[in-house]
């Protein structure tokens, strides 16, 4: 594995994760249990496992309930708490944005806090010899609500968004990706800017990924078609976390 000294974790948690509720109506989604250990515990505990112990939270809805859980449960961890102030009307490119000064000239991978993933998968990407991908699932019914992603002959992101019709797409995107330093710096140029429109506060942070595919930044793929993991939108969707990581006890490897 390659040394991750220089690679931080990004968390984005700062939503209110409407769609799940009333589970959400006094805890964030991110404190949800899977078992008897919450989402973002499975989470850290795997960013840690895979040598990276700086991580930036970005917080909004409830934020004290994550600051409490991740310093009584993670001591020891090189944490940068961020508050989104306008996390009820802002989306994931805007909480990223608020990033920059916390990354500053490192390279990261970021996390949605939603995502319940094998370890395999980050262990995976950190190896990738790609610095700049998307964790992308090929074997998966595309819907209205996924993050869709289409590539070239050569393997490299064209789009990647919800709008993406899923006959084009090849798999779906699952909120993991690292990113690497150079890109980094665009994409905080590019959020910025973006966000200077109010009309754009609520765009995903892959609006931002696009508007650097346009401009030639490279964006690759890692398949991770095979291992296990899920996005918690929906009380259905935290039923497949349970069944899926609970009641399987044989590990998926692609």
Same mark, same amino acid.
């Given at each position: 594995?390659?040394?991750?000294?220089?690679?931080?974790?990004?968390?984005?948690?700062?939503?209110?994760?409407?769609?799940?509720?009333?589970?959400?109506?006094?805890?964030?989604?991110?404190?949800?249990?899977?078992?008897?250990?919450?989402?973002?515990?499975?989470?850290?505990?795997?960013?840690?496992?895979?040598?990276?112990? $700086? *991580?930036?939270?970005?917080?909004?809805?409830?934020? +004290?309930? /994550? #600051?409490?859980?991740?310093?009584? &449960?993670?001591? =020891?961890?090189?944490?940068?708490?961020?508050?989104?102030?306008?996390?009820?009307?802002?989306?994931?490119?805007?909480?990223?944005?608020?990033?920059?000064?916390?990354?500053?000239?490192?390279?990261?991978?970021?996390?949605?806090?939603?995502?319940?993933?094998?370890?395999?998968?980050?262990?995976?990407?950190?190896?990738?010899?790609?610095?700049?991908?998307?964790?992308?699932?090929?074997?998966?019914?595309?819907?209205?609500? $996924? *993050?869709?992603?289409?590539?070239?002959?050569?393997? +490299?992101? /064209? #789009?990647?968004?919800?709008?993406? &019709?899923?006959? =084009?797409?090849?798999?779906?995107?699952?909120?993991?990706?690292?990113?690497?330093?150079?890109?980094?710096?665009?994409?905080?140029?590019?959020?910025?800017?973006?966000?200077?429109?109010?009309?754009?506060?609520?765009?995903?942070?892959?609006?931002?990924?696009?508007?650097?595919?346009?401009?030639?930044?490279?964006?690759?793929?890692?398949?991770?078609?095979?291992?296990?993991?899920?996005?918690?939108?929906?009380?259905?969707?935290?039923?497949?976390?349970?069944?899926?990581?609970?009641?399987?006890?044989? #590990?998926?490897?692609?």
């Amino acid at each position: 594995m390659k040394k991750t000294n220089n690679i931080k974790a990004i968390i984005l948690a700062a939503g209110v994760g409407s769609r799940i509720r009333p589970l959400t109506d006094n805890c964030p989604k991110s404190l949800l249990k899977i078992g008897d250990k919450t989402i973002l515990e499975m989470m850290v505990s795997h960013i840690q496992a895979c040598g990276i112990n $700086e *991580i930036v939270f970005v917080l909004g809805y409830l934020e +004290h309930h /994550i #600051k409490d859980f991740v310093g009584q &449960n993670f001591p =020891d961890l090189n944490v940068h708490f961020i508050t989104n102030e306008h996390y009820a009307d802002t989306n994931t490119g805007y909480s990223l944005m608020l990033t920059e000064e916390a990354v500053k000239d490192s390279s990261f991978i970021k996390f949605d806090a939603d995502v319940v993933f094998d370890i395999e998968i980050l262990k995976n990407l950190i190896a990738s010899e790609h610095d700049t991908c998307l964790c992308v699932d090929k074997n998966i019914n595309l819907e209205a609500e $996924e *993050i869709k992603v289409i590539i070239d002959d050569s393997g +490299h992101v /064209i #789009k990647a968004s919800k709008e993406v &019709n899923p006959n =084009d797409a090849v798999g779906e995107s699952i909120g993991i990706e690292k990113i690497s330093s150079d890109t980094a710096q665009l994409l905080f140029a590019e959020l910025k800017e973006m966000m200077k429109d109010k009309a754009n506060h609520q765009d995903y942070y892959e609006s931002g990924y696009e508007r650097l595919i346009a401009k030639n930044v490279i964006f690759n793929v890692l398949d991770i078609t095979g291992l296990k993991w899920t996005e918690i939108d929906t009380v259905e969707d935290f039923a497949t976390a349970e069944r899926i990581f609970l009641h399987s006890e044989t #590990k998926t490897l692609g």
